[in-house]
């Protein structure tokens, strides 16, 4: 993983670099939103290309926008690249919603690995949740076949994950399974960001983690959190998560429990108040729209939570 260094063409400015190619919304808190600001609260130096420009996310009864298409963010690339630009530690991609736009982030990668050899990037292969596909069903296999190899850090849930596999994922055996699976085709550290074990208290959710990388002491490279159910549906979450899973792997080198108890402790913070400062409001409203603004997360006003986390879960070996 890069290390806390001066980037490449940045003497003297320790902050580690990062490009952040996700969604990106006007109002509310979801991919671009979610990610640039908590990572700079972090002390990382974030530039972003907004793969869709929306007015809101899509939960909302109206959605209005555009989509960036490979070619335009090649433009953008190559705009970088002619002024010396493309110096970064880290990428981070997240919801794409075509297959050649998938194919332009693979081309991203090789280009930005030609600057920068230890670039880290970060996947969250985004495709679906819960048993529901919602991007187009030829980008599975894509990201199967050809960005899982080139991804070093990768953060799908429990149905992605699956979907990468081509199988379920019913046990902790088969998290742990699954996770050998994925470090073998190429990320050195592989992070389930939601594991529901078959027929499991639904009170609570866990996250699996596993790392080929060395671990400090006595510090395992797989391990497990459970994670208490918070009462309600809130969008972005797993865009924060990976933000402060980057963010915390980066600050914690070898030792993924503690990055993984921080990352889930900054989100878990921002959860709680969120869900304490919209139930009067939730409960009071009415219509689709006032019920999604509600539930926006309380990323400002809780910002402190993500650089300084109240740690209440702990890991343990998996």
């Not at 699954?178 to 073998?184: K, S």
């Not at 009170?203 to 994670?227: E, M």
């Not at 914690?252 to 993984?260: M, S």
């Not at 729209?289 to 400002?300: D, G, N, P, Y």
Request: glycine share 10%; charged share 20%.
């Amino acid at each position: 993983m890069s290390s806390g260094s001066a980037s490449p063409g940045h003497e003297g400015n320790s902050a580690p670099r990062v490009l952040s190619i996700q969604s990106h919304v006007v109002h509310g808190y979801v991919g671009n939103r979610c990610a640039v600001f908590p990572l700079q609260r972090l002390g990382f130096d974030v530039d972003f290309i907004n793969s869709v420009q929306f007015s809101n996310h899509t939960g909302y009864p109206t959605v209005k926008g555009g989509v960036l298409d490979g070619d335009a963010l090649w433009e953008l690339l190559e705009g970088l690249q002619k002024n010396d630009l493309l110096q970064y530690d880290y990428l981070v991609t997240g919801y794409i919603g075509s297959l050649s736009f998938l194919q332009k982030i693979v081309k991203v990668v090789e280009v930005l690995r030609r600057h920068n050899s230890n670039l880290t990037y970060v996947c969250d292969p985004v495709m679906g949740d819960e048993g529901k596909l919602y991007v187009p069903g030829d980008l599975p296999s894509a990201y199967r076949d050809t960005v899982v190899p080139l991804a070093s850090i990768l953060t799908p849930n429990q149905y992605e994950a699956e979907q990468l596999l081509g199988s379920p994922i019913s046990s902790f055996e088969d998290a742990e399974r699954a996770c050998e699976t994925l470090l073998a085709r190429g990320p050195h550290t592989v992070v389930l960001t939601s594991f529901s074990p078959e027929n499991a208290d639904a009170s609570a959710i866990w996250v699996i983690a596993a790392t080929s990388q060395q671990q400090q002491g006595q510090g395992s490279s797989k391990v497990k959190l459970r994670i208490p159910h918070i009462e309600g549906s809130f969008t972005g979450t797993g865009d924060l998560l990976t933000a402060l899973l980057l963010a915390w792997l980066h600050r914690l080198p070898g030792d993924l429990p503690g990055a993984v108890e921080h990352a889930i402790a900054g989100l878990q913070g921002v959860l709680r108040a969120t869900a304490e400062s919209c139930r009067p409001l939730v409960a009071a409203s009415g219509t689709r729209e006032q019920v999604c603004k509600a539930r926006e997360l309380c990323l400002i006003q809780n910002q402190g939570l993500l650089e300084a986390p109240d740690i209440q879960l702990r890991a343990e070996p998996l």
